[in-house]
């Protein structure tokens, strides 16, 4: 069994930033894509960056391109995603995703396509 713990959520004022991170522990796991998804109150879950490990190609989500970066992953199997220019919509939980497979990009931004999900890790950001 493979286990996802995330970190580093809390609160944080209008502009400020925070580092998540997603550390594996359990058997033995190669990691062939990582993303990151969050869901707030009411809302679906929403896709809001991936990175594949085979060739280190970075996906942002729109809302969140230019102020959010996903990191990681090669070394110790932590991902990570920094958090800058943070806004009250973006306040959400915040979910580590990983799959075995080098998922399509098309593929990635589905969380479906995700076998192991962590517990989650609040993020509020208040103005």
């Known amino acids: 069994q493979v286990h996802l713990v995330e970190s580093g959520g809390g609160s944080v004022q209008v502009g400020g930033s925070l580092r998540l991170s997603c550390t594996t522990s359990?058997?033995?796991?190669?990691?062939?894509?990582a993303g990151w998804f969050r869901q707030a109150p009411g809302k679906e879950r929403e896709f809001v960056a991936a990175r594949r490990v085979s060739d280190g190609s970075s996906y942002h989500a729109d809302v969140v391109k230019g102020r959010f970066f996903i990191s990681g992953v090669n070394a110790g199997n932590t991902v990570y995603l920094q958090m800058n220019n943070l806004k009250p919509e973006d306040t959400a939980v915040y979910y580590c995703?990983?799959?075995?497979?080098?998922?399509?990009?098309?593929?990635?931004?589905?969380?479906?396509?995700?076998?192991?999900w962590g517990q989650g890790t609040q993020v509020t950001v208040s103005s």
């Open positions: 359990g058997r033995t796991f190669n990691i062939g894509t």
């Open positions: 995703a990983l799959d075995s497979s080098r998922l399509i990009v098309s593929a990635l931004r589905s969380g479906e396509n995700y076998d192991y």
